[in-house]
């Protein structure tokens, strides 16, 4: 959010103050790097787009998510609940 107000020109420290922010925050916040369920959901929506586009765009839902999980990829695809759903039998 604060991004896009810079961007319009306005100055962080008063965009901070008006999202009742720190700078300090802010800026740490900006600095951290992404955490392994972001880089992980960005990764999977590269490989989403390739299944459909190999496809020729036929492919929906679900069998997106059969090539994902069966198809010929380079690493296994699975979810927290995917997980789960595998422990009750």
Same mark, same amino acid.
């Given at each position: 959010?604060?991004?896009?107000?810079?961007?319009?020109?306005?100055?962080?420290?008063?965009? +901070?103050?008006?999202?009742? *922010?720190?700078?300090? /925050?802010?800026?740490?916040?900006?600095?951290?790097?992404?955490?392994?369920?972001?880089?992980?959901?960005?990764?999977?929506? /590269?490989?989403?787009?390739?299944?459909?586009?190999? !496809?020729?765009? =036929?492919? /929906?839902?679900?069998? *997106? =998510?059969?090539?994902?999980?069966?198809?010929?990829?380079? !690493?296994? *695809? =699975?979810?927290? !609940?995917?997980?789960? +759903?595998?422990?009750? /039998?």
């Amino acid at each position: 959010m604060i991004d896009s107000l810079t961007g319009q020109g306005i100055n962080v420290r008063h965009a +901070c103050r008006e999202l009742g *922010v720190s700078e300090s /925050g802010y800026y740490a916040w900006k600095d951290r790097p992404d955490p392994p369920r972001t880089l992980r959901r960005i990764w999977l929506a /590269g490989e989403i787009a390739d299944v459909h586009k190999a !496809s020729g765009g =036929t492919y /929906g839902e679900m069998r *997106v =998510t059969a090539e994902l999980r069966y198809g010929a990829t380079s !690493s296994s *695809v =699975t979810t927290p !609940s995917d997980r789960s +759903c595998a422990s009750w /039998g």
